[in-house]
């Protein structure tokens, strides 16, 4: 687990990575939000491009955009999955 992974434009909030035993495992990307929206998450890895942090990973990648609502103090979560090449 890296936080605050320098990539891209910034930094991405989480950076999970397996281990060379799980490389069958999906590396993941998570952006958190205040008040705000998950799709908003997603399209700031996207347009920040945090994923080419893991330039040298070679495997399944996840996006995860996570936003917790302080009013109803929900959380929504959007997930999607990227393959690089």
Not at 63 to 85: P, R, S, V, W
């Amino acid at each position: 687990m890296i936080r605050e992974l320098p990539s891209g434009k910034g930094f991405a909030d989480i950076c999970l990575i397996p281990r060379m035993l799980h490389r069958d495992k999906p590396a993941i990307v998570i952006e958190l939000k205040w008040d705000k929206h998950a799709a908003g998450a997603i399209a700031q890895i996207r347009e920040r491009q945090y994923v080419d942090a893991l330039k040298d990973y070679h495997g399944n990648l996840l996006l995860a955009g996570i936003n917790y609502d302080k009013k109803t103090k929900q959380h929504t979560c959007i997930i999607e999955k990227m393959q690089k090449d």
